[in-house]
């Protein structure tokens, strides 16, 4: 598991590059502040995904969101990448959690 507070639009690790494993998101949870807010989830190499990036998905307009994934579920990273989020919109506090699996 991992969590994450967000206070502006950098972007921050969720779990860091391991070898050549790969990260399969089991469940994730954001919430805002107040405003509405579009969160990128983001994969790439090196601290906080510095490194070739690429968006896995994003979720556009969220107050507040949670959804499940199955263990081939499409939100993972690529062989050696690390899992990122990132938020865009009004600078605030922004909460990320997510519950994975790495191998």
Request: aromatic fraction near 8%; hydrophobic fraction near 45%.
């Amino acid at each position: 598991q991992a969590f994450v507070t967000l206070t502006d639009a950098t972007v921050t690790a969720l779990v860091t590059v391991s070898g050549t494993t790969v990260v399969r998101v089991c469940h994730i949870h954001a919430t805002t502040s107040g405003a509405a807010e579009t969160f990128s989830i983001i994969q790439g190499t090196g601290v906080a995904c510095a490194g070739a990036t690429t968006t896995i998905d994003s979720y556009l307009g969220v107050l507040g969101f949670q959804t499940d994934y199955g263990a081939l579920a499409s939100l993972r990273t690529t062989f050696a990448n690390g899992l990122c989020v990132s938020q865009s919109g009004a600078a605030q506090t922004a909460s990320v959690w997510v519950s994975y699996a790495q191998y």
